[in-house]
């Protein structure tokens, strides 16, 4: 069963930065694509950021510019950096991996950004 347990969430002021770190259970280019999810009370969880296996990366429009995905293989870790957060930011924040067959989850870790 793979494991995705995510960390770095918590309280952090307007304009500031938070990085969220997601260890995995097994070597994360078992994987196509890992990613971050977000969900905000009340709304659907939405895609903030990808990596596949060659590298390339995605951002969705509201974190595009002022974030960045990455990984270590030999950590089998991925990181989301998120910078100039506003509360628009708050919600839980999932990993997620994803091969062929299957999608996991994370439990998630709470940001809650304050004016």
């Known amino acids: 069963q793979v494991q995705l347990v995510e960390s770095g969430g918590g309280p952090v002021q307007s304009g500031g930065s938070l990085r969220l770190s997601c260890a995995a259970s097994?070597?994360?280019?078992?994987?196509?694509?890992m990613a971050w999810y977000r969900q905000a009370p009340g709304d659907e969880r939405e895609l903030v950021a990808s990596?596949?296996?060659?590298?390339?990366?995605k951002y969705s429009d509201s974190v595009k510019g002022r974030s960045i995905i990455f990984r270590d293989g030999a950590e089998n870790t991925v990181w989301l950096q998120m910078n100039s957060l506003s509360p628009d930011d708050t919600a839980v924040y999932y990993c997620?991996?994803?091969?062929?067959?299957?999608?996991?989850w994370g439990q998630g870790t709470q940001v809650t950004v304050s004016s």
């Open positions: 997620n991996a994803q091969n062929l067959s299957r999608m996991y």
């Open positions: 097994e070597n994360i280019f078992n994987f196509n694509t």
């Open positions: 990596i596949n296996n060659g590298g390339f990366t």
